[in-house]
């Protein structure tokens, strides 16, 4: 059997998507900049997937540019309104941290489960603040108070951003409602194509571009137009919206079960929050093991996961996200991460849930932790 559990690191596209997707690579390739017909079909496509996301998240179709995915949006964000200083947190994709480190930057801590601290975000504020939060995060889950953190922001007369990468298409997402001015989406953690992603800016924020040329997006993100990716991101969007009850009800059922059987071995830690995580988030720490060499297990029984230690260079480090919580390296490094997604299913979980297990016992039986 194959279990396909790291839908946080990409998702496959759903069939429905590569449908709509498919003529744009074959009778409808027009550049969408072009003015024959060719062109305007293509131009339309574009602009219908634009109406879609901006749907999707309550936005207007002028506030929404296309990017090539989470990381360049995220990058566009920061650069585009940087202005001397940028608040963020321990916990941030490297997308936002390793920009971050080239500028003038205030890092704030988190708690055990991964919440920003609120009063350390509210003073870190100086009047060339920017901050910039993510909404969910990709390794435990842990979805962020968004709301009171973009009311603190605007208290301050700063601009608020957020990566919305994990939550969109899991945690409904009204931008007018939140009163975020700025947030990035990508279009392959909710079974649209890889290497298309999105930028919402309030209407009304000037942002200076990261790429300039012909003048695309609104003179914000010059371009060609990756019309086959873009036209299956606005579906995938307006896919993740109409199924999103239907699609959390299974992944809340599916990720609770997992969590309790696996909180049934000795020795095991649920990391993130029990209910404030996202609904296709199981994390879990088993001391006395390596998380890779629990990976590596899994797989030759057919099962995909991941674990929170970054494999970097030359030697392992335990995940950042998981020290910022306040994880011992020892159980960081003995953790596994598994994000189910909408084509899992509930024999493939029970099969999951007989392997880990076994697989635990004997990773412990030759462990020279124990
Ligand atoms: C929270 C978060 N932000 C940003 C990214 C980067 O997105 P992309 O892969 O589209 O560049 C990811 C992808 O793993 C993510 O999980």
Request: overall charge positive; glycine content about 8%.
């Amino acid at each position: 059997m194959k279990v396909y559990l790291d839908n946080g690191a990409t998702t496959p596209v759903d069939p429905r998507v590569l449908r709509e997707m498919l003529p744009y690579f074959t009778s409808k390739f027009g550049n969408a900049s072009s003015i024959h017909q060719f062109g305007q079909e293509s131009k339309e496509a574009l602009e219908k997937a634009r109406k879609q996301i901006a749907r999707a998240i309550n936005a207007s179709p002028n506030e929404i540019i296309f990017t090539s995915g989470g990381t360049e949006s995220d990058n566009l964000a920061i650069h585009g309104v940087y202005k001397g200083h940028i608040i963020t947190s321990s916990i941030e994709h490297p997308a936002i941290l390793n920009y971050c480190k080239h500028l003038n930057h205030t890092i704030i801590p988190v708690d055990n489960y991964g919440f920003v601290n609120f009063d350390k975000f509210e003073k870190a504020f100086t009047p060339e603040s920017m901050a910039s939060i993510m909404f969910a995060n990709n390794e435990v889950g842990t979805i962020e108070p968004i709301k009171r953190l973009a009311e603190i922001t605007k208290s301050k007369d700063a601009l608020f951003h957020t990566d919305a990468v994990q939550a969109f298409g899991k945690v409904p997402i009204d931008v007018k409602k939140l009163g975020i001015d700025l947030m990035t989406l990508s279009s392959h953690k909710i079974y649209g194509p890889k290497g298309v992603g999105a930028l919402y800016v309030k209407e009304g924020i000037d942002i200076k571009p990261l790429l300039r040329g012909g003048g695309h997006e609104f003179s914000k993100r010059s371009g060609t137009e990756n019309v086959p990716g873009i036209v299956g991101f606005g579906k995938a969007a307006e896919l993740a919206v109409k199924d999103m009850k239907k699609d959390n009800d299974k992944l809340t059922k599916l990720r609770d079960k997992m969590i309790k059987s696996l909180l049934e071995i000795p020795n095991s830690k649920l990391n993130g929050h029990p209910r404030e995580r996202l609904s296709n988030n199981v994390n879990v720490s088993f001391s006395f093991i390596e998380g890779e060499a629990l990976v590596l297990n899994l797989d030759m029984k057919g099962i995909a996961a991941s674990t929170g230690s970054a494999c970097s260079s030359s030697k392992l480090e335990p995940s950042h996200v998981l020290l910022a919580l306040g994880i011992h390296p020892a159980e960081a490094h003995g953790s596994l991460r598994m994000t189910l997604g909408r084509f899992n299913t509930n024999k493939e979980i029970d099969y999951v849930l007989k392997q880990i297990p076994e697989a635990v016992l004997k990773l412990r039986r030759i462990s020279p932790f124990r």
